[in-house]
């Protein structure tokens, strides 16, 4: 496992493996999920909500609760489409299609990727390449490696220039790809 994250107690890992996150101390990452919880009721604004609702999902995908985070990406969504820019509604998006990847429900996750990979570029550089990240990981959970390739490469390459932290996701996830391609 590779860990990518800076809080000990909510140090995620990922599966070098299957590419999905987990978190290093399970009962931490609960613990954030009820303060989470706590945060999204008492948000100052729809922007603060949807900050917490965006992190909410993030967790109990990590944490295997994905009915709860299919529920929480949904309501990120229409948050995001009343309140947040076009930015926000793009990664709220880009998150529940992730769920839905990881629930094995591709024939949702392929329709919002392909609409999101359309749109990416128009969000600049870090969008992009998390766009990028997420339709390798969805098409590696489908087994079409060659695109998961191309995708962690473009990925890898933005975060790369861009001295990005994410970066070391994109190698491992490019380096699963290349194996499971196997040798050219």
């Known amino acids: 496992m590779t860990s990518f994250d800076d809080e000990p107690d909510l140090a995620m890992t990922y599966d070098p ?10 009962a931490a990452a609960r613990a954030r999920t009820d303060v989470l919880r706590g945060e999204i009721r008492s948000a100052p604004d729809e922007i603060g909500e949807l900050a ?11 944490i295997g609760e994905l009915d709860d ?5 949904n309501a990120a969504v229409d948050r995001a489409e009343i309140a ?12 529940l299609a992730q769920v839905h ?6 024939a949702e996750s392929n329709l919002l990727v392909t609409e999101l990979l359309a749109a990416a570029t128009s969000f600049g550089p870090v969008i992009e390449a998390f766009t990028r990240q ?17 995708h962690f490469a ?4 933005i975060r790369d220039e861009l001295e ?10 490019l380096a699963a790809a290349e194996r499971r391609l196997g040798p050219a």
């Open 17 to 26: 493996e299957t590419l999905h996150e987990h978190y290093a101390d399970e």
């Open 52 to 62: 917490a609702r965006g992190e909410l999902v993030e967790r109990l995908r990590g």
């Open 69 to 73: 985070a299919l529920d929480e990406a």
């Open 84 to 95: 947040g820019n076009a930015a926000q509604q793009h990664t709220a998006r880009l998150r």
């Open 101 to 106: 990847q990881w629930r094995g429900e591709f």
């Open 134 to 150: 997420q339709a390798g990981g969805n098409d590696y959970d489908q087994g079409h490696w060659a695109d998961a390739r191309e």
């Open 154 to 157: 473009r990925a890898l390459t």
């Open 164 to 173: 990005l932290s994410e970066r070391e996701a994109s190698r491992v996830s």
